[in-house]
């Protein structure tokens, strides 16, 4: 991935009437090989909240000590000072394992970041895992802290083996797939630094490549190769001029829409919370509370035969959330914005999207940095 500049924002006008709606956005996910970008990369590991874990070992039911030391008088401890991981913040690089790469993380958040792990070049690329790094004190999901104690880098973890996650995907005829769940991958969590975990999650897209899946030997490669790097703060291509009172951004998925990249941008800002950084949210159902994700995609040139006015507003299906869409103007993007727990009005999303001031969507070095 290219590295990304410092922020200059161009400002504009109020937005036209929108010419893209809801039947546009189903369109172009149906067109586009891509799996959808919910902020959810990391499995099980960001669908799972948790209370906070002991650091104690456990490996068959035996308690793993280091041997007990003599009684001596209480001294200061002499150890590392603890690592400092600010939320909203990148802090590791791609890189390669063999012919497995671990790409730059796409999706950081108040308590985590993730990327996928692929394998494969161009067309034959492979999702085969997800890596995500949690920051020190977030209790990781405790699916992860059970099976084979083990040491990666001279640290503790975990590695096991579990059902995957039912996590969906757009397979390449444009249809929603379902990840088939009696598919067992190796997981890997381990202690990147005291009190900070990171876990290595399988994932097998589709049945026929279950023979290619991760092995745990793998995983520890990928564990044992992997480093923190500059820290790199989150960036977005817009301001809001409107946002409920206190809210604040909590998540970003997407770094730009170049071919490197996840090539949408994701924003999801929320108000303050009781449960603070130390608790996995995601804000994508009615359990994290309201929420309004911004989500901004390219646009696909309409049919022929498309309603020359659509409405600014309506749901993907039954049942679904209301989602606000307009074009943006100078530019081949959208912009769509919802609540996933249903709780603000029509009236509320569409005051905060026709407040949005977008930069140049094209140059991810001009966006400017999370609040």
Known sequence: MRDLHELLETAKGDPPPARYGVDDIVAAGRRRRRRMVTGQIGGAAGLVAVAATT???LTGGSVVLSPRPPVVAPRPAT???????????FMFDGYRVGKLQVLPPQTVTTSYQSTW????RGDGIRYVGTLTLYRPGVPVPTVFTTGTGVMVNGRPGFANERAQDR???VNGSGSFAIYDTSIRVPTLAWQYVPGGWAVINGVVEYPHDAGRRLT???????????????PSRARMPFRARYLPDGWQVVAVTGRGFNAEDVRSVTVIYAPPSAAGTDRVRHFTDTGDG???VMYIGERDAPPPDAPKKKSTCGSLYQGDVLRCSWAIPRSHHYVNVHDPSGTLSKEE???IGEGLVFGNLDKPSTWREVP
């Open 349 to 351: 999303l569409i005051r």
């Open 55 to 57: 650091a104690i070992l």
């Open 290 to 292: 309201p929420a309004v």
């Open 79 to 89: 150890g590392p000072p603890p690592v400092a991981i600010p939320p909203l913040t």
């Open 216 to 230: 745990a030997d793998d995983e520890l490669a990928i564990a044992e190769r992997f480093g923190l790097g500059s």
């Open 117 to 120: 792990i692929v394998s494969g």
């Open 167 to 169: 996590n969906g995907v």
